[in-house]
């Protein structure tokens, strides 16, 4: 099994719709995080979390929030999906300066 | 501002050729770490190699290479003799100080191996 597991692999969704994509990991690290790829720009920062308690807004937040359940889950929400958040979708865990491991990824498409 | 570029878009070379990658970043903090990932076709993102800013010894495993030069804020990564498995995106990332290890990631260089 995977060390982050992000569900679902793939959707496609409508304009408007809520969805939620769901990560959770058994690395035991303290840190997560919501990456989303766009073709050109690389990766850029969702949310991140240090903890449960822990929520923090990363460089484009507009139009997505998280859920820390537990320790090692943490959800992304988008409230009412646009085309413009079509895009891959990488949830990651880190200890303290470690490496970042991720997720297989979320395709997601907004239709 | 903390940034990173990777100016090659796309390379592409022939099979068992040398290719570099370049990577140049932006950073205040004295206290920072570069790593470097691969995106194979199959799309998951795998962790090649973490470097702490104190420390620029160039770091050889297997066929890749890595030369951390401060003075010229640049993190390059060489692979020797390439194969066709090496056809890859490659992300080259930055995480500054503060404690949250956030991923500041290049644009990505797409390399194509060719037989």
């Known amino acids: 099994d995977a060390d982050v597991t992000q569900t679902p692999r793939n959707r496609i969704t409508k304009t408007g719709k809520r969805i939620m994509l769901e990560c959770s990991q058994t690395?035991?690290?303290?840190?997560m995080y919501w990456y989303r790829q766009d073709p050109g720009l690389g990766l850029r920062l969702i949310y991140y979390?240090?903890?449960?308690?822990?929520?923090n807004k990363g460089e484009i937040s507009d139009g997505y929030s998280v859920s820390r359940q537990a320790q090692a889950k943490f959800s992304l929400s988008l409230e009412s999906a646009i085309p413009n958040q079509t895009a891959l979708y990488f949830c990651?865990?880190?200890?303290?300066?470690?490496?970042?491991?991720f997720g297989q990824g979320t395709r997601l498409t907004v239709v | 501002a903390q940034k990173v570029t990777q100016a090659q878009t796309e390379i592409s070379v022939v099979e068992k050729e040398d290719v570099t990658l370049d990577c140049v970043y932006e950073?205040?903090?004295?206290?920072?770490?570069l790593f470097w990932y691969k995106q194979p076709p199959s799309g998951e993102l795998v962790f090649l190699i973490r470097?702490?800013?104190?420390?620029?010894q160039n770091e050889i495993s297997g066929r890749y290479s890595w030369n951390f030069q401060k003075s010229t804020s640049s993190f390059n990564f060489t692979i020797t003799a390439s194969q066709v498995v090496d056809s890859a995106v490659y992300f080259c990332?930055?995480?500054?100080?503060?404690?949250?290890?956030?991923?500041?990631f290049g644009a990505g260089t797409r390399l194509a191996v060719h037989p």
């Open positions: 690395k035991g690290h303290d840190r």
């Open positions: 979390s240090f903890d449960v308690k822990d929520i």
């Open positions: 470097r702490n800013s104190f420390d620029e």
């Open positions: 990332a930055l995480t500054p100080s503060g404690g949250y290890n956030k991923l500041i």
């Open positions: 950073t205040r903090d004295t206290t920072y770490y």
């Open positions: 990651a865990t880190s200890a303290s300066y470690g490496a970042a491991f």
